[in-house]
Protein backbone atom coordinates (compact mmCIF):
# COMPACT_ATOMS: atom_id res chain seq x y z
CA UNK A 1 0.00 0.00 0.00
CA UNK A 2 1.11 3.30 -1.10
CA UNK A 3 1.95 5.38 2.00
CA UNK A 4 -0.27 8.56 2.09
CA UNK A 5 1.74 11.71 1.26
CA UNK A 6 2.29 14.63 3.94
CA UNK A 7 2.30 18.14 2.80
CA UNK A 8 4.41 20.35 4.70
CA UNK A 9 1.85 22.59 6.40
CA UNK A 10 -0.65 19.14 7.46
CA UNK A 11 -3.89 20.89 6.27
CA UNK A 12 -2.89 20.76 2.83
CA UNK A 13 -2.19 16.79 3.11
CA UNK A 14 -5.45 15.74 1.90
CA UNK A 15 -5.42 17.73 -1.23
CA UNK A 16 -3.31 14.54 -2.72
CA UNK A 17 -6.28 12.47 -2.13
CA UNK A 18 -8.19 13.74 -5.27
CA UNK A 19 -5.03 13.58 -7.66
CA UNK A 20 -7.11 11.29 -9.81
CA UNK A 21 -9.80 13.82 -10.66
CA UNK A 22 -10.31 14.19 -14.37
CA UNK A 23 -11.70 17.67 -16.15
CA UNK A 24 -13.33 15.60 -18.76
CA UNK A 25 -13.38 15.28 -22.48
CA UNK A 26 -14.47 18.69 -23.21
CA UNK A 27 -12.92 20.89 -20.27
CA UNK A 28 -9.83 19.24 -20.82
CA UNK A 29 -9.65 20.78 -24.59
CA UNK A 30 -10.93 24.07 -23.14
CA UNK A 31 -8.34 24.05 -20.01
CA UNK A 32 -5.72 23.69 -22.73
CA UNK A 33 -6.68 26.04 -25.34
CA UNK A 34 -8.58 29.18 -23.45
CA UNK A 35 -8.48 28.22 -19.79
CA UNK A 36 -10.20 31.67 -18.95
CA UNK A 37 -13.19 30.13 -20.31
CA UNK A 38 -13.70 27.31 -18.22
CA UNK A 39 -14.47 30.58 -15.65
CA UNK A 40 -17.08 31.18 -17.77
CA UNK A 41 -18.92 27.96 -18.19
CA UNK A 42 -18.59 27.07 -14.44
CA UNK A 43 -20.19 30.41 -13.79
CA UNK A 44 -23.59 29.61 -16.01
CA UNK A 45 -23.46 26.37 -13.82
CA UNK A 46 -23.33 28.16 -10.65
CA UNK A 47 -26.50 30.86 -11.78
CA UNK A 48 -28.29 27.59 -12.28
CA UNK A 49 -27.41 26.02 -9.16
CA UNK A 50 -28.55 28.74 -7.41
CA UNK A 51 -32.01 29.41 -9.07
CA UNK A 52 -32.15 25.69 -8.99
CA UNK A 53 -31.53 25.48 -4.98
CA UNK A 54 -33.47 22.88 -2.77
CA UNK A 55 -35.01 21.53 -5.54
CA UNK A 56 -35.18 17.96 -4.76
CA UNK A 57 -34.99 16.06 -8.56
CA UNK A 58 -32.94 18.11 -11.06
CA UNK A 59 -32.18 16.70 -14.60
CA UNK A 60 -29.84 18.02 -17.25
CA UNK A 61 -30.22 18.05 -20.86
CA UNK A 62 -26.70 17.66 -23.17
CA UNK A 63 -24.44 17.70 -20.36
CA UNK A 64 -21.56 16.81 -22.50
CA UNK A 65 -18.63 15.44 -20.33
CA UNK A 66 -20.77 17.18 -16.98
CA UNK A 67 -17.63 18.92 -15.84
CA UNK A 68 -19.69 21.50 -14.39
CA UNK A 69 -22.91 19.65 -13.82
CA UNK A 70 -20.88 18.92 -10.00
CA UNK A 71 -21.71 22.93 -9.08
CA UNK A 72 -25.66 22.17 -9.60
CA UNK A 73 -25.57 18.65 -8.08
CA UNK A 74 -24.18 20.52 -4.94
CA UNK A 75 -27.05 22.49 -4.68
CA UNK A 76 -30.56 20.38 -5.30
CA UNK A 77 -31.17 16.87 -3.71
CA UNK A 78 -30.58 14.59 -7.00
CA UNK A 79 -29.41 15.49 -10.05
CA UNK A 80 -29.97 13.42 -13.56
CA UNK A 81 -27.64 14.22 -16.34
CA UNK A 82 -28.29 12.89 -19.83
CA UNK A 83 -26.75 13.57 -23.92
CA UNK A 84 -27.64 12.08 -26.99
CA UNK A 85 -24.34 10.91 -27.22
CA UNK A 86 -23.39 7.42 -25.74
CA UNK A 87 -19.76 8.32 -25.80
CA UNK A 88 -20.31 11.42 -23.14
CA UNK A 89 -21.96 9.26 -21.19
CA UNK A 90 -19.46 6.48 -20.60
CA UNK A 91 -16.94 8.65 -20.01
CA UNK A 92 -18.73 9.80 -16.99
CA UNK A 93 -19.80 6.55 -16.11
CA UNK A 94 -15.88 5.99 -16.08
CA UNK A 95 -15.18 8.75 -14.08
CA UNK A 96 -14.43 9.03 -10.72
CA UNK A 97 -15.86 11.95 -10.04
CA UNK A 98 -19.04 9.91 -11.05
CA UNK A 99 -20.54 9.32 -7.48
CA UNK A 100 -22.63 12.67 -7.77
CA UNK A 101 -24.82 11.98 -10.22
CA UNK A 102 -27.86 9.96 -9.47
CA UNK A 103 -28.32 8.62 -13.01
CA UNK A 104 -26.33 8.92 -16.42
CA UNK A 105 -28.75 8.57 -19.15
CA UNK A 106 -28.41 8.66 -22.84
CA UNK A 107 -31.21 10.38 -24.17
CA UNK A 108 -32.35 12.34 -27.42
CA UNK A 109 -34.78 15.27 -26.43
CA UNK A 110 -35.55 15.91 -30.50
CA UNK A 111 -37.09 12.36 -30.13
CA UNK A 112 -39.46 13.00 -26.91
CA UNK A 113 -39.42 14.26 -22.89
CA UNK A 114 -37.13 12.69 -20.49
CA UNK A 115 -39.21 9.75 -18.80
CA UNK A 116 -37.92 8.03 -15.61
CA UNK A 117 -39.27 5.75 -13.18
CA UNK A 118 -39.58 8.58 -10.65
CA UNK A 119 -42.06 10.47 -13.01
CA UNK A 120 -40.84 14.08 -14.28
CA UNK A 121 -38.38 16.38 -12.65
CA UNK A 122 -38.73 19.24 -10.39
CA UNK A 123 -36.56 21.09 -12.69
CA UNK A 124 -34.86 20.32 -15.13
CA UNK A 125 -32.13 22.93 -17.27
CA UNK A 126 -30.07 22.91 -20.83
CA UNK A 127 -26.66 25.17 -21.19
CA UNK A 128 -25.13 25.53 -24.67
CA UNK A 129 -27.46 23.21 -26.13
CA UNK A 130 -30.91 24.72 -28.26
CA UNK A 131 -27.66 26.63 -30.35
CA UNK A 132 -27.51 23.43 -31.99
CA UNK A 133 -30.91 22.04 -32.39
CA UNK A 134 -32.21 22.96 -36.04
CA UNK A 135 -34.69 25.69 -36.22
CA UNK A 136 -37.30 23.45 -37.28
CA UNK A 137 -37.29 21.27 -34.15
CA UNK A 138 -37.28 23.87 -31.75
CA UNK A 139 -40.84 24.00 -30.63
CA UNK A 140 -41.01 20.68 -30.55
CA UNK A 141 -37.44 20.48 -27.82
CA UNK A 142 -38.90 23.55 -25.73
CA UNK A 143 -41.92 21.21 -25.33
CA UNK A 144 -40.32 18.06 -24.70
CA UNK A 145 -38.42 20.11 -21.94
CA UNK A 146 -41.46 21.31 -20.26
CA UNK A 147 -42.69 18.12 -20.31
CA UNK A 148 -40.25 16.91 -18.53
CA UNK A 149 -41.01 18.46 -15.52
CA UNK A 150 -43.80 18.81 -13.21
CA UNK A 151 -46.69 21.09 -13.53
CA UNK A 152 -45.50 23.32 -11.48
CA UNK A 153 -41.73 22.69 -12.69
CA UNK A 154 -38.42 25.15 -13.21
CA UNK A 155 -37.16 24.87 -16.88
CA UNK A 156 -33.68 26.85 -17.70
CA UNK A 157 -32.18 27.08 -21.05
CA UNK A 158 -28.63 29.53 -21.77
CA UNK A 159 -27.59 30.12 -25.40
CA UNK A 160 -25.30 32.13 -26.87
CA UNK A 161 -26.54 35.58 -28.16
CA UNK A 162 -27.12 35.80 -32.33
CA UNK A 163 -24.74 39.15 -31.87
CA UNK A 164 -22.20 36.83 -29.86
CA UNK A 165 -21.16 35.10 -32.88
CA UNK A 166 -18.73 37.57 -34.72
CA UNK A 167 -16.62 36.54 -31.75
CA UNK A 168 -17.00 33.03 -31.30
CA UNK A 169 -14.34 30.20 -32.48
CA UNK A 170 -14.32 28.35 -35.42
CA UNK A 171 -15.26 25.12 -33.95
CA UNK A 172 -18.06 26.67 -32.07
CA UNK A 173 -19.42 28.47 -35.04
CA UNK A 174 -20.07 24.70 -36.98
CA UNK A 175 -22.42 23.53 -34.27
CA UNK A 176 -24.21 26.78 -33.65
CA UNK A 177 -26.99 26.74 -36.08
CA UNK A 178 -29.73 28.28 -34.37
CA UNK A 179 -28.42 31.54 -32.39
CA UNK A 180 -31.18 33.85 -31.10
CA UNK A 181 -31.13 37.44 -29.84
CA UNK A 182 -32.72 38.16 -26.85
CA UNK A 183 -36.01 39.46 -28.34
CA UNK A 184 -36.47 36.41 -30.42
CA UNK A 185 -35.22 34.15 -27.85
CA UNK A 186 -37.88 35.19 -24.89
CA UNK A 187 -40.71 35.28 -27.56
CA UNK A 188 -40.02 31.65 -28.16
CA UNK A 189 -40.32 30.31 -24.96
CA UNK A 190 -43.63 32.81 -24.04
CA UNK A 191 -45.69 30.10 -26.54
CA UNK A 192 -44.72 27.46 -24.58
CA UNK A 193 -44.32 28.93 -20.84
CA UNK A 194 -46.75 31.27 -18.81
CA UNK A 195 -43.24 33.19 -17.75
CA UNK A 196 -40.10 33.64 -18.91
CA UNK A 197 -37.30 35.61 -16.99
CA UNK A 198 -34.57 37.06 -19.61
CA UNK A 199 -31.31 37.42 -18.11
CA UNK A 200 -27.90 38.70 -19.71
CA UNK A 201 -24.27 37.43 -19.55
CA UNK A 202 -21.47 38.76 -20.29
CA UNK A 203 -18.23 37.14 -19.50
CA UNK A 204 -18.63 35.21 -16.07
CA UNK A 205 -21.17 38.37 -15.18
CA UNK A 206 -24.90 37.72 -14.78
CA UNK A 207 -27.17 40.86 -15.31
CA UNK A 208 -30.26 42.07 -16.47
CA UNK A 209 -28.97 44.33 -19.31
CA UNK A 210 -29.48 45.55 -22.59
CA UNK A 211 -29.85 42.12 -24.75
CA UNK A 212 -28.08 43.21 -28.16
CA UNK A 213 -24.78 43.77 -25.83
CA UNK A 214 -25.22 40.66 -24.49
CA UNK A 215 -22.63 37.19 -25.36
CA UNK A 216 -24.88 34.60 -23.47
CA UNK A 217 -28.45 34.69 -22.43
CA UNK A 218 -30.57 32.54 -19.60
CA UNK A 219 -34.07 32.14 -19.50
CA UNK A 220 -35.87 31.05 -16.48
CA UNK A 221 -39.02 29.64 -17.45
CA UNK A 222 -42.33 28.42 -15.41
CA UNK A 223 -45.29 26.72 -16.59
Known amino acids: MTAKKQAKEQQYSGNFDFDKTE ?20 S ?9 AGKARVAEVGCGDAFGSRVVASEVGALTVTDFDPLF ?36 YCLDVFEHIEPEKEHRIVENLKQSTHDDGVVIIGIPSLESQQYASEQSKIGHINCKSGNDFKALLQQHFRHVFLFSMNDEVVHTGFYPMAHYLFAVCAK
Open 23 to 42: LGWMTNQVWHEDPKRVVFVL
Open 44 to 52: RYKFVAKML
Open 89 to 124: IESIENSPNKRWHEQALVHDITRGPLAVEQGPFDAL
